[in-house]
């Protein structure tokens, strides 16, 4: 690397550490919580570069083309190629520079999703909040959104998503941010984002009658957009008709099985796919270091998921509050987790992608698991205060 690309990649991380400390307060994040996630980001972002630069990856090939001179705007791999572009010869970055860019992206849904956690938990117990701020540092969530590609920009939008659903109200231009960065990344994971948006509207108690139809049909009309938009990039082509639809997702399950992440899902049934695909690889399947660390974070997600569902099914309707639009989120999460599972015959590319619909999950189920205490707000907090 030349002295140019060590000290301009220095100053990127730089002003990614200054961007991240000026909109902390937004998230309800106080400075040491913030410093301390930025710095575990960006180690992962240097683990991740150097990994890629030493067996090769998507991110050295997305940076490679970036040099061949200007792409052709497109959505998906043809949008990072794109954004490279403007970073490694507009700014002469290097493959790290570019990689700590990414990771800013990556970084700023991780501090939507601490604190979307945290205000999920501010009235739990010591062992909640400890709990929430174990399923934040998991060594997944960052890995895999601190690079170049796809996921550190799909996971920044799925974190501004889970964040703007707290209070939709106020923070929806929040919400058509995030589903405008999806939509350059993974635009069918767009489309569902906006047809979860209009089909919570049906469901949203606390509005007028207009405003339900006015921000629904708004909505709706952005997925009626969306959706065809996102099918056409998967590879449906226009037109197509409910079989054409299921005979591409009968191809996908076809797909990636190359590779020791590859598992045959044609034949399985949809619980189990979706099983398969959120869970897997499971302790029972360890290989390597990568599949250890793979198989922990997904025990501790499953056994989230039993006990946010026995809370759900015990008392779910105590935990429900007014400012939060949970339909939004649980159509999403449905949607997302059906479709994903379906289509994704590898769990190496499982472990990536379902980054864009598990925070919500975990925060819907972990807002329901232990006991409540006195409500209060996480801007009744002082910021300096310490929290777990």
Same mark, same amino acid.
């Given at each position: 690397m030349s002295a140019w690309g060590l000290f301009s990649s220095f100053l990127v991380?730089?002003?990614?550490?200054?961007?991240? +400390?000026?909109?902390?307060?937004?998230? /309800?994040?106080?400075?040491?919580?913030?410093? &301390?996630? @930025? =710095? !575990?980001?960006?180690?992962?972002?240097l683990v991740y570069a150097r990994y890629v630069i030493s067996y090769g990856g998507d991110a050295a090939n997305y940076y490679q083309f970036s040099l061949n001179g200007m792409p052709s705007f497109g959505l998906g791999t043809d949008a990072v190629v794109f954004f490279t572009y403007f970073l490694s010869t507009g700014f002469s970055l290097s493959f790290l520079g570019v990689s700590l860019v990414f990771n800013l992206f990556g970084f700023l849904? +991780?501090?939507?999703? #601490?604190?979307?956690?945290?205000?999920?938990?501010? #009235?739990?117990?010591?062992? =909640?909040? =400890?709990?929430?701020?174990?399923?934040?540092?998991?060594?997944?969530?960052? @890995? !895999?959104?601190?690079?170049?590609? %796809?996921?550190?920009?799909?996971?920044?939008?799925?974190?501004?998503?889970? !964040?703007a659903a707290l209070d939709l109200r106020r923070r929806w231009l929040i919400v058509a941010f995030s589903i405008l960065i999806m939509l350059l990344v993974r635009p069918h994971m767009a489309g569902i984002l906006a047809l979860a948006l209009a089909?919570?509207? $049906?469901? %949203? &108690?606390?509005?007028?009658?207009?405003?339900?139809?006015?921000?629904?049909?708004?909505?709706?009309?952005?997925?009626?957009?969306?959706?065809?938009?996102?099918? /056409? @990039?998967?590879?449906?082509? #226009?037109?197509?008709?409910?079989?054409? =639809? $299921?005979?591409?997702?009968?191809?996908?399950? /076809?797909? /990636?099985? #190359?590779?020791?992440?590859?598992?045959?899902?044609?034949?399985?049934?949809?619980?189990? %796919?979706?099983? &398969? @695909?959120?869970?897997?690889? &499971?302790?029972?399947? $360890?290989?390597n270091l990568f599949s250890l660390a793979a198989s922990v974070d997904n025990l501790i997600l499953l056994l989230l998921v039993f006990a946010g569902s026995f809370a759900l099914v015990k008392r779910s309707s105590h935990f429900v509050r007014s400012t939060h639009n949970r339909h939004f989120l649980w159509i999403y999460v449905f949607l997302s987790w059906i479709l994903l599972s379906m289509t994704t015959a590898n769990l190496g590319i499982a472990l990536r992608q379902k980054w864009m619909f598990v925070p919500m999950l975990i925060f819907l189920l972990i807002s329901v698991v232990g006991r409540p205490g006195k409500r209060i707000t996480p801007s009744s907090r002082k910021l300096g205060q310490p929290n777990v």
């Amino acid at each position: 690397m030349s002295a140019w690309g060590l000290f301009s990649s220095f100053l990127v991380f730089l002003l990614g550490a200054a961007i991240s +400390l000026s909109i902390r307060r937004r998230f /309800n994040l106080s400075l040491s919580r913030c410093f &301390t996630l @930025y =710095i !575990w980001h960006s180690a992962f972002c240097l683990v991740y570069a150097r990994y890629v630069i030493s067996y090769g990856g998507d991110a050295a090939n997305y940076y490679q083309f970036s040099l061949n001179g200007m792409p052709s705007f497109g959505l998906g791999t043809d949008a990072v190629v794109f954004f490279t572009y403007f970073l490694s010869t507009g700014f002469s970055l290097s493959f790290l520079g570019v990689s700590l860019v990414f990771n800013l992206f990556g970084f700023l849904g +991780l501090l939507a999703f #601490d604190g979307s956690l945290r205000e999920a938990t501010v #009235d739990k117990s010591k062992s =909640i909040r =400890i709990l929430a701020t174990v399923l934040v540092f998991l060594p997944s969530v960052s @890995y !895999w959104s601190s690079g170049i590609g %796809k996921d550190s920009l799909s996971f920044c939008a799925a974190g501004l998503a889970l !964040w703007a659903a707290l209070d939709l109200r106020r923070r929806w231009l929040i919400v058509a941010f995030s589903i405008l960065i999806m939509l350059l990344v993974r635009p069918h994971m767009a489309g569902i984002l906006a047809l979860a948006l209009a089909g919570s509207f $049906i469901f %949203k &108690t606390g509005v007028s009658l207009f405003q339900r139809f006015s921000l629904g049909i708004l909505a709706f009309s952005a997925a009626l957009l969306l959706v065809p938009l996102g099918l /056409n @990039y998967a590879g449906v082509e #226009d037109g197509a008709g409910p079989a054409e =639809i $299921i005979e591409f997702v009968e191809k996908r399950q /076809n797909y /990636n099985q #190359d590779g020791g992440g590859a598992v045959q899902i044609s034949q399985m049934s949809l619980p189990v %796919k979706m099983f &398969t @695909y959120l869970f897997r690889p &499971t302790i029972l399947e $360890i290989r390597n270091l990568f599949s250890l660390a793979a198989s922990v974070d997904n025990l501790i997600l499953l056994l989230l998921v039993f006990a946010g569902s026995f809370a759900l099914v015990k008392r779910s309707s105590h935990f429900v509050r007014s400012t939060h639009n949970r339909h939004f989120l649980w159509i999403y999460v449905f949607l997302s987790w059906i479709l994903l599972s379906m289509t994704t015959a590898n769990l190496g590319i499982a472990l990536r992608q379902k980054w864009m619909f598990v925070p919500m999950l975990i925060f819907l189920l972990i807002s329901v698991v232990g006991r409540p205490g006195k409500r209060i707000t996480p801007s009744s907090r002082k910021l300096g205060q310490p929290n777990v």
